[in-house]
């Protein structure tokens, strides 16, 4: 996604300099602001809105913490993902980041390519989700008289077409197709796939996460495996059952955005969607099987 916008955010003038001087050969659209206050008026006046904040934490006036309450408590900033840049790195510090909203951590001072995985993972998370917006407008009315479905998928195309189309079954479906996206590509690459958390991050750090995958699903050992999803109509939800047929993991450890992993460029997808999309997410055995529920869309029938 060439051309990303990005707004910085520092109140010290040669920290812009540096990050812009990062960016700036990339080919990102960069704004920049110098506190809390003028970032907000930025934003408040952006349109289309940013892609990316890369916001100092520590700011005379309004902070980063508090200019990221103002943003999570705005529906037209809510999903903008925001990079926060500070020195203060302790693990209750990072905790508080992150239950701020903040979905990614530098620390002072870091290096150039550290900043530039962190954004590279962020415009490929943007463009898949963009990618399923599309798909959701064209199938936002399939499906409406639906109350039993068995579905499987065995491909990343796969997932997001079918996240697309159940999503348009929902209250929030642009809220919807994030998280069941995540569910479904989890099953297939973590679970079916084999590919752990550290593999991943390696491999969007080389670029490679999108080959590595189809080399996968070609090996004989993979080709043949599925992730399966059941949906059930209720009178308020839908309840969707995804399982694959992997070995399960500690999921414990990924429903909540955690200190450990907020330098690292994926991990963020289960506790997001948990977060966002879903009403209620239940892990059951070793892992492998969840079950969500998701507000229904209602609707309207002419006289």
Known sequence: MTGARILVVDDEPMNLEIIAEYLDDSG?????????????????????PFDLLVLDRMMPGMDGLELLGLMRADSRFQ????????????????????????????????????????????????????ELHQRLERHS??????????????????????????????????????????????????????ISFEEKGRLRESDTWLEEIERRLADPAHCHK????SLLQSPEDWIMVIEDQGKGFNWQEYLELSPERAFAPNGRGIALARQLAFTEITYEGRGNRVKVRLPRKQVTHSP
């Open 28 to 48: 990102y659209q960069l704004t920049s602001a110098a506190s809390g206050e003028e970032a907000w008026a930025v934003l408040d006046r952006s349109d289309p």
């Open 79 to 130: 999903t903008i993902p925001v990079i926060l840049q500070t020195a203060a790195a302790s693990p209750d510090q990072i905790r508080e980041g992150l239950a701020a909203g903040a979905a990614y951590y530098l620390t002072k001072p870091f290096e150039p390519e550290s900043l530039l995985t962190i954004v590279r993972s962020v415009e490929a998370d943007l463009r898949e989700r963009r």
């Open 141 to 194: 009315e399939a499906l409406a008289m639906v109350q039993r479905a068995e579905f499987e998928v065995r491909t990343l195309d796969e997932a997001q077409g079918l996240a697309a189309l159940l999503a348009g079954l929902c209250a929030e479906p642009e809220m919807a197709v994030m998280g069941l996206s995540e569910l479904l590509v989890n099953g297939i690459e973590h679970g079916n796939l084999g």
């Open 226 to 229: 599925r992730v399966f999803l």
